[in-house]
């Protein structure tokens, strides 16, 4: 695995979120393919979607798909990155 | 009676403080989506702005009452208000393990020592002791400094990654400077004219609206 900057939960989710949003025309989302875009060993990965699933941002754990309040969120999410980047604040890249 | 300059004056900082207040409810949103909460720097910050430019137009509109003291709780809160505001951006670019620690106590000081200073101005007879004229001109130079580093620090994510959307945050903060700069020639030369600090009001509005600007561009702009 390469190695990269220590990465908050929040940070976590947000990535997690925004890969299931570019996967969204994927009829099936293969969990080994999310767990090597998102760089984290596989039961943290489950560990990260269940949590997702009690928040209700994702339908399913074996195949994730983004709910009404997931995509929101994303939406926001990205929001607020890119007002981040525009004020010159940095967040863990 | 108010003369016409006052009330002009009144209206700028009302106009001020509306604007940081408006602007606090986007500065917040770093904060509440990463939980990070070093970012709530940001927040603090415009708050105290505003705060303080409430301050300004009371102490213009009701002299008698908010008069005295009131001048040095502005000027200083106004300090703290830039240095929430800069500690946001050093601990921005830090992210390491006892960052967030570092992050908590430099807070916790930042808040004992902004009243432990608001307890010595209300100390009997502190006027006499330190003239306004004398706080006024060292708080200015500390916020010119405090703003010159934030101004730095947002230029510098600029060089990094060189874009239209991210030049205006430091050219915003360049304004503030100046603006600050203004006031503190203000300040020295005592029968400056009054165009000098109007300039410095005005510098100060062209700084909000940028940051409004760029903050309901990035949160109102349509995306595809």
Redesign the interface.
């Known amino acids: 695995m390469k190695k990269i ?2 990465r ?4 976590i989710y ?1 990535d997690l979120l925004t890969i299931l949003q570019y996967e969204i025309n994927n009829e099936k989302i293969v969990l080994t393919r999310l767990q090597l875009k998102l760089n984290v060993p596989f039961d943290r990965l489950k560990q990260y979607l269940t949590e997702l699933k009690d928040l209700d941002l994702i339908e399913d754990v074996t195949s994730p798909k983004l709910t009404e309040k997931g995509k929101e969120y994303i939406s ?2 990205e ?2 990155l ?11 890249k | 009676m108010l003369y016409y300059y006052e009330e002009i004056r009144i209206v700028i900082e009302v106009v001020s403080a509306v604007m940081c207040f408006i602007l606090v409810r ?1 500065m917040i ?2 904060y ?5 909460s070093r ?1 709530i720097g ?1 927040p603090l910050g415009f708050g105290f702005l505003g705060a303080t430019y409430v301050l300004s137009a009371f102490s213009i509109y009701l002299p008698d009452i908010f008069g005295g003291n009131t001048f040095y709780i502005q000027l200083i809160a106004r300090t703290f208000a830039f240095l929430f505001i800069a500690f ?2 050093h601990f ?2 830090k ?1 390491t ?1 006892n960052s967030r620690w570092f992050w908590k106590i430099t807070l916790t000081l930042l808040f004992i020592l902004l009243i432990i200073s608001f307890l010595i101005v209300d100390l009997p007879n502190f006027d006499n002791v330190y003239s306004y004229r004398t706080a006024d001109i060292g708080f200015r130079v500390i916020n010119i400094i405090i703003i010159l580093y934030i101004c730095i ?6 060089i990094e ?1 060189p874009s239209s ?2 030049i ?3 050219i915003g903060y360049a304004f503030l400077a100046v603006s600050q700069y203004s006031t503190l020639l203000f300040a020295i030369v005592v029968d400056l004219s009054h165009y000098t600090i109007f300039g410095a009001l005005i510098l100060r509005l062209i700084f909000l609206s940028i940051f409004l600007f ?2 309901i561009r ?2 109102y702009q349509k995306r595809r």
């Open positions: 900057a220590r908050d939960k929040m940070k947000g926001e999410y929001k607020v890119d007002f981040m980047r525009r004020m010159g604040l940095e967040y863990q | 986007f949103k770093p509440e989506v990463t939980g990070e970012y940001l946001t951006y921005s670019k992210p393990k620090h947002t230029f510098r994510s600029y990654k959307t991210t205006w945050i430091p760029v903050a990035t949160f």
